[in-house]
């Protein structure tokens, strides 16, 4: 309880009790406890006012908070029902085509077959990554472990190497010896894989990848480069939106999600860590993730 009330409310019983041993006249004690009393809640009144008011205002800011937390909730349900219904609607025609009697034609089958194939593992990425990026954002708990950064880039290098290959994309691994950092070493595999897949999906034949960490002062420094495509300026601040995509017809046609950069960015924060955006069109991106001390 406030002091400024408490002894505000025991003034105020002190005078009344006085009052009343004090006056003899019944109607005179009467109306000086009456004045006692309403000048105590007079006081209370001042006293209470800037606490009720920065009552109010917490409570309309906690309201103001669910307020934005279901209109991001009842946006993500959408674009994930938008995402989800573009696949299922292209596997359910080509299914019903097929039932039709296209499947007598062999060449008809197969090609429908690979088309119904590539939209049903574009539907598991998809409900992959809605998987983990919940499951990121339901973490109460953070691990934090020693992390060996020159093992976790290996790793990463060696299971995107194969998807590097197959769009003629080197990657160049020009990390540092010796460096470390505090976290969850599987979350810190998953960004980069995010990272490098990402700069490998926006790259072209021919074009590099690489990933550079060194430390800058006492920040570990981490960055993922390539030569693609790069990104619009307008575009800089949107493309950690989840189903935000800078093109999205080549998303398509690579696979994406929409959902990548958005699960990157939520990893990051469970390290402490910021990211930064540098890209010209035409001539690639690097992302930059900077580790606290």
Not at 10 to 26: C, E, H, W
Not at 120 to 132: A, F, M, Q, S, Y
Not at 218 to 232: F, K
């Amino acid at each position: 309880m406030n002091a400024k009330v408490f002894f505000t409310i025991l003034a105020t019983a002190l005078l009344n009790i006085l009052a009343a041993v004090l006056i003899p006249s019944t109607v005179i004690r009467a109306i000086a406890v009456a004045v006692i009393s309403a000048a105590g809640i007079a006081l209370l009144v001042i006293f209470l006012e800037k606490p009720i008011y920065d009552m109010k205002m917490q409570m309309r800011q906690v309201q103001q908070e669910n307020d934005e937390l279901e209109r991001m909730r009842s946006e993500f349900v959408g674009n994930v029902t938008h995402e989800l219904k573009t696949p299922l609607t292209s596997i359910s025609g080509f299914v019903e085509t097929l039932q039709s009697g296209a499947a007598d034609d062999p060449d008809i089958r197969t090609k429908f077959l690979d088309i119904i194939s590539i939209e049903t593992e574009r539907l598991k990425r998809l409900i992959d990554d809605v998987l983990v990026l919940s499951n990121i954002e339901a973490e109460s708990e953070v691990i934090v472990e020693k992390i060996d950064v020159g093992s976790c880039i290996d790793t990463v290098m060696e299971m995107m190497t194969p998807i590097a290959d197959g769009k003629g994309v080197k990657l160049v691994n020009e990390v540092e010896g010796g460096l470390t950092a505090k976290g969850d070493p599987d979350r810190f595999r998953q960004m980069f894989m995010n990272l490098v897949e990402n700069a490998i999906k926006y790259s072209d034949e021919g074009g590099r990848v690489w990933i550079t960490g060194y430390m800058n002062g006492d920040h570990l420094q981490m960055a993922v480069s390539d030569e693609g495509i790069g990104i619009a300026p307008e575009n800089i601040d949107r493309i950690f939106i989840r189903f935000f995509r800078v093109d999205k017809s080549r998303s398509n046609k690579v696979g994406g999600t929409g959902l990548g950069l958005s699960i990157v960015k939520h990893i990051a924060s469970l390290f402490g860590a910021t990211i930064s955006v540098d890209s010209k069109l035409g001539k690639g991106s690097t992302f930059y993730i900077t580790f606290p001390e």
